[in-house]
């Protein structure tokens, strides 16, 4: 939506959108033909609409834009390289864009979930019950964490609270990005959630 045709001058954007494809391939083995729908999902949105806003912010001089990226934007994620390569590519676009407007008193920042309950992830479902006491291993704080434990980091980033934070990246994870990773199972895939770590 081109800035021009705005009725109102927006102060706050939350780029929410991502999407990988189930089940993980190796990148030899991935389809070209999903890379440009990865693309768009996962980084092409969040340039078209903050491309769209920002000149408004720019005018009022404030503004927070918010990216929703991934922990998987800084370790890998076996099965799912360009998903991974697309948040890596959001962060970053986050850190320069940042450097770019700050002057004009608008912030942008990125927050990394992991371990987040969400229908596209069912930890629920995926976690059978006689493992959930594992949750404590799997990570710091334990687990999983609730869409409302990424809400107020949202909250955080958008409000003054943050007025002097720009071009960082908040992990709401649990602490999964300082503790660990992906480890291969016996059958051959990943898992971030190992029964014997």
């Known amino acids: ?34 890379w440009a729908r990865l693309h768009d999902i996962n980084f092409g949105y969040a340039l078209r609409t903050t491309h769209a806003l920002l000149p408004a912010m720019i005018r009022a001089r404030r503004g927070a834009v918010i990216n929703l990226t991934s922990v998987e934007a800084h370790r890998a994620i076996p099965g799912h390289t360009v998903y991974s390569a697309y948040k890596a590519a ?29 229908p596209q992830v069912p930890y629920a479902d995926l976690v059978p019950r006689e493992h959930e006491h594992m949750w404590e291993r799997w990570s710091p704080l334990g687990g999983p964490g609730q869409p409302v434990d990424v809400a ?17 990246t908040v992990h709401v994870g649990g602490g999964t990005e300082v503790a660990g990773g992906w480890f291969r199972r016996g059958d051959g895939g990943w898992t971030n959630r190992p029964l014997n770590p």
Do not use: C, K, W
């Open 1 to 34: 939506m081109p800035a021009e045709i705005l009725d109102f001058d927006p102060d706050i954007a939350v780029n929410n959108v991502g999407h990988f494809i189930r089940p993980p391939t190796s990148f030899v083995d991935a389809d070209p033909s999903e």
């Open 90 to 118: 959001l962060m970053q676009f986050t850190r320069s864009v940042a450097a770019e407007v700050g002057h004009y008193g608008v912030r942008v920042n990125a927050i990394a979930p992991d371990l987040i309950e969400t």
């Open 152 to 168: 107020g980091a949202a909250v955080f980033l958008a409000s003054d609270l943050s007025r002097f934070t720009t071009g960082t």
